[in-house]
């Protein structure tokens, strides 16, 4: 396809670059498509002998609920398994002595951000560190039953996709 950008424009808004292209379609067309960077995420998918090591945490946005992997933002430097490690000591308190990345994603067309998977274990338990704000509670659940347990209430992006790319790659 013959798509050409114009022009760019763009700000700085708490933090996260936003803004719009304009674009020349194929059929010659303008338009205007918006853009949004927020930081690159990464989801863990944590497994301890035969259960997995999911968080409970209420989404004002969403006013529910939900039961997913633990996850969070990629820092500036960080790699998607320095930060998986970061993320999971600080949401669960368990310190992981092996982490892989098993993908990266674009979670929605309409962001400009990546979204990476990163299977954790040989893990040991420890004290969570939640930024002010979070309330998190650790849930370990049978690896048998996880995808069943998480599809039981509202689905998210930091639950099922993470689930079903290990369990695609013989993880769970």
């Known amino acids: ?14 933090g996260h670059a936003v803004g719009y292209d304009s674009l020349k379609r194929p059929d010659g067309k303008r338009v205007r498509k918006l853009w949004f960077d927020p930081p690159d995420s990464v989801a863990i998918v944590a497994r301890t002998g035969d259960e997995l090591v999911l ?17 969070g933002r990629i820092d500036p430097g960080e790699s998607f398994e320095q930060a998986a490690k970061r993320e999971l000591s600080e949401e669960t308190g368990y310190e992981a002595g092996h982490v892989e990345l098993l993908e990266t994603y674009y979670p929605t067309a309409g962001m400009r951000k990546r979204r990476g998977v990163v299977f954790a274990d040989d893990l040991t338990s420890g004290t969570q560190h939640l930024e002010p704000g979070e309330f998190i509670e650790v849930r370990t659940v049978p690896v048998a039953d996880a995808i069943e347990k998480v599809r039981a209430g509202p689905i998210c992006g930091w639950s099922l996709p993470p689930l079903l790319v290990a369990q695609e790659e013989g993880l769970l």
């Open 1 to 14: 396809m013959n798509w050409k950008r114009k022009a760019r424009r763009g700000l700085s808004l708490f």
């Open 55 to 71: 968080i409970e945490e209420y989404r004002p946005r969403l006013g529910k609920t939900m039961l997913s992997c633990p996850a």
